[in-house]
């Protein structure tokens, strides 16, 4: 038989869509009842973001009553949070993955939909604004509301995608603490101001939360037949970097930029002058200890 997922009907917002998409994962034959009915809610297997109240025993997942749960610090739960706090291990096979997952993604979700704001817009830009994945999800709202059932499931369709994705890079971004913490340890061991990182290492925020990260400048990693040499960040999420690459190379690429860089191999500068690639480990080598001496 299939599992029966409830919620409210008319408007769906991102909390509702990921709730009920975090539940599909858990339960793959299933079937999706949008409705405001008691009598339809009572046919449901879980009820989420609707029902006024919360009781795990029940299966019923709704914060839209004072004095909701939140997590630790006080962040207000969501409906999708709720689900993921009961479920998310076993979705994930893992709590570890689970915890990463609800901590890189989940908690937008529940700060947005409890009033947080996240972001402000930028003075010199004041009418540019970033489009958030929950806008996003809002803007799939249909004009005709008898055909928000099918873009709801639609919308679904796509969290689900979204949240595999996520579930993949969390798992990557623990896979990758213990690269990173050899690759820091090596090089502090060696005095050198740069590292060199397995292929497909998430470094950065590790090597954030890592002792002694404050020397290191830049990171070498492989992609296939390219290596790169990245600038490390100010501090996480920002644009600036510890030590650019040198001006003279930014936005050169292949011969252009193998000249200024006198190396054989040169493939690119970004602009940012943050990331530079070439064909082989040696010449991304010559290029970081060049940025480093200049």
Not at 21 to 43: F, K
Not at 150 to 168: D, M, N, P, Q, T
């Amino acid at each position: 038989m299939k599992t029966i997922i409830g919620t409210h009907s008319g408007n769906f917002h991102a909390d509702d869509v990921f709730a009920v998409a975090a539940l599909s994962l858990l339960h793959p034959d299933y079937e999706i009842r949008r409705s405001r009915d008691p009598e339809v809610w009572a046919q449901c297997d879980y009820l989420v973001d609707v029902g006024g109240h919360y009781t795990h025993e029940e299966k019923v997942y709704d914060h839209h009553f004072k004095n909701g749960p939140t997590y630790d610090d006080g962040l207000k739960m969501s409906s999708v949070g709720l689900v993921w706090h009961h479920y998310g291990a076993k979705i994930c096979s893992c709590p570890e993955v689970a915890e990463q997952v609800c901590r890189s993604f989940i908690r937008q979700f529940d700060a947005i939909d409890n009033g947080v704001k996240l972001s402000t817009p930028l003075d010199e830009f004041p009418d540019v604004r970033e489009l958030s994945l929950t806008t996003a999800i809002s803007m799939m709202n249909p004009p005709n509301p008898f055909k928000a059932d099918e873009a709801f499931a639609g919308e679904v369709e796509r969290a689900r995608l979204l949240l595999k994705a996520s579930i993949i890079r969390s798992k990557r971004w623990l896979n990758s603490r213990g690269g990173l913490t050899t690759a820091l340890q090596e090089a502090l061991a060696e005095e050198r101001a740069y590292i060199i990182v397995p292929e497909d290492c998430k470094w950065q925020e590790h090597l954030f939360n890592s002792k002694g990260n404050e020397s290191i400048l830049y990171a070498i990693f492989s992609k296939g037949k390219k290596c790169f040499a990245q600038a490390v960040p100010s501090a996480p999420g920002e644009y600036t970097n510890r030590k650019d690459f040198p001006e003279a190379w930014a936005g050169l690429t292949d011969e252009a930029f193998s000249e200024a860089a006198d190396v054989p191999d040169g493939i690119f500068c970004h602009q940012g002058a943050f990331l530079c690639a070439t064909g082989s480990f040696e010449s991304t080598l010559k290029l970081v200890e060049v940025a480093i001496e200049a």
